[in-house]
């Protein structure tokens, strides 16, 4: 009987009994890998079973709507708080420049005025005189008065405007007397001196009495060579008319000419400029007569500058010092010979727009508590001292806009040093 291979004990062993340990976890559990890896096809099922996947939980939609709910809130927070910002950004940016051009418009005015009168008040009875003058003979005529400011009062608490008459010569300015009479058909003026004229030259001739009758006439030096009257020289002062000399209009003079005592002032390249505001631009603009063609030009000069207002400073007793503070505009020498300071004050707007009212009065210029105000209306301010209201009721929803006052005295320094 042949020997049966061993192969069937072997399958029997390999049949693993109810209860018994698979061979595959023993050997497992023994570490021989290659058989765990055999048999684990066998314990597949249990494998399965324990790798499936839990169930995962989401968002609700009331958790997501919460979230959006904060998130916009936290937006909204944000973009309030920036819009603040930048609100306080503007306005404070907007105040600066309001700060600049308040300052730079008084600091013009208070240069021209500083340097007013230069050569109109070398005789300070010239002063106040009606100048008449005309450029070409199809130029329209005009006058002014003879003072070194004039201020043009603005009609119920409206702006003023300030009016600068200066002298400007390449080298100085003194009167010059006439030694002769002048007709009203005279080409030249027979002086004591014609020291620091020359040609070109606008000057005024002013009568030795001035009535209604003999005025104040404007003319410019010429200096033709073609016979001795007509030739500028120690002695004599030409005025020939002519198509290089259109200021000289003969019919200008007074039809009884100028006698002998009345004198010359030298005005140089003359500068006659008028200070106004331009309440259409709200800015301060400066309007002048060309001396070379006669012309007047206007140009613009600050923004966001909404109110110009001015004051004649007078010695009213003599002693030299200023003591009252008025708007009346003299109309004799006597009266301009008071009139030793000029106080003005600028009225600056904010150029930004704030949404709620943010002025609810008009500003105040403070004049002081010992100032003696004639004229505009003053109200106790600041406690003990005076104040005028400055209007700015012009602008478009003024209230909501800032405002900012520059104010200053200007003493005449020519009318000072001359009287």
């Known amino acids: 009987m042949k020997d049966h291979p061993q192969a069937c004990p072997l399958r029997v062993a390999a049949t693993p009994s109810p209860g018994a340990t698979p061979v595959g976890r023993q050997s497992r559990l023994h570490g021989v890998s290659g058989i765990g890896r055999a048999v684990s096809l066998v314990a597949g099922p249990k494998a399965?079973?324990?790798?499936?996947?839990?169930?995962?939980?989401?968002?609700?939609?009331?958790?997501?709507?919460?979230?959006?709910?904060?998130?916009?809130?936290?937006?909204?927070?944000?973009?309030?708080?920036?819009?603040?910002?930048?609100?306080?950004?503007?306005?404070?940016?907007?105040?600066?420049?309001?700060?600049?051009?308040?300052?730079?418009?008084?600091?013009?005015?208070?240069?021209?005025?500083?340097?007013?009168?230069?050569?109109?008040?070398?005789?300070?009875?010239?002063?106040?005189?009606?100048?008449?003058?005309?450029?070409?003979?199809?130029?329209?005529?005009?006058?002014?008065?003879?003072?070194?400011?004039?201020?043009?009062?603005?009609?119920?608490?409206?702006?003023?405007?300030?009016?600068v008459l200066q002298g400007r010569t390449s080298s100085f300015s003194v009167p010059m007397l006439l030694t002769g009479v002048h007709l009203q058909t005279d080409d030249h003026f027979t002086v004591s001196s014609s020291l620091g004229a020359t040609a070109g030259n606008m000057m005024i001739a002013v009568p030795k009495t001035q009535?209604?009758?003999?005025?104040?006439?404007?003319?410019?030096?010429?200096?033709?060579?073609?016979?001795?009257?007509?030739?500028?020289?120690?002695?004599?002062?030409?005025?020939?008319?002519?198509?290089?000399?259109?200021w000289n209009q003969s019919s200008l003079f007074p039809p009884a000419g100028y006698i002998d005592g009345s004198y010359l002032l030298n005005m140089g390249s003359m500068a006659y400029r008028t200070y106004?505001?331009?309440?259409?631009?709200?800015?301060?603009?400066?309007?002048?007569?060309?001396?070379?063609?006669?012309?007047?030009?206007?140009?613009?000069?600050y923004p966001q500058i909404v109110n110009l207002q001015a004051l004649y400073g007078k010695d009213t007793d003599g002693d030299g010092v200023v003591d009252t503070y008025d708007n009346t505009t003299p109309t004799t020498n006597a009266g301009w010979l008071q009139v030793l300071a000029i106080r003005i004050a600028v009225v600056a707007r904010s150029n930004q727009y704030e949404k709620d009212p943010v002025t609810t009065t008009p500003p105040l210029w403070d004049v002081g508590a010992t100032a003696?105000?004639?004229?505009?209306?003053?109200a106790t301010c600041n406690v003990t001292s005076k104040c005028i209201t400055l209007q700015v009721s012009q602008v478009p929803e003024w209230q909501h806009y800032r405002y900012k006052v520059y104010d200053t005295v200007v003493p005449l320094r020519n009318v000072l040093w001359n009287k």
């Not at 240069?111 to 009606?130: H, V, W």
């Not at 104040?216 to 016979?227: E, G, I, Q």
């Not at 003696?372 to 003053?378: K, W």
């Open 48 to 163: 399965s079973a324990s790798s499936t996947p839990r169930l995962q939980r989401g968002f609700t939609l009331i958790e997501l709507m919460v979230g959006l709910v904060l998130g916009l809130l936290t937006v909204l927070l944000i973009t309030q708080v920036t819009a603040v910002s930048e609100g306080k950004k503007r306005t404070v940016s907007m105040g600066s420049d309001a700060q600049v051009n308040g300052a730079l418009s008084l600091f013009t005015l208070q240069r021209d005025i500083e340097m007013s009168g230069y050569g109109a008040t070398a005789s300070p009875d010239a002063l106040g005189c009606t100048v008449k003058g005309q450029y070409d003979t199809t130029g329209a005529p005009f006058t002014f008065t003879l003072a070194p400011v004039v201020i043009g009062d603005g009609a119920g608490n409206a702006p003023d405007t300030i009016t």
């Open 372 to 378: 003696t105000i004639n004229g505009p209306a003053t």
């Open 276 to 301: 106004s505001i331009d309440s259409a631009n709200n800015l301060l603009q400066a309007t002048e007569r060309s001396p070379t063609n006669g012309v007047i030009a206007s140009q613009e000069l």
């Open 211 to 246: 009535d209604s009758t003999t005025w104040c006439t404007l003319f410019s030096v010429t200096n033709d060579t073609s016979s001795p009257t007509t030739t500028l020289s120690a002695t004599n002062v030409p005025h020939v008319s002519g198509t290089s000399a259109k």
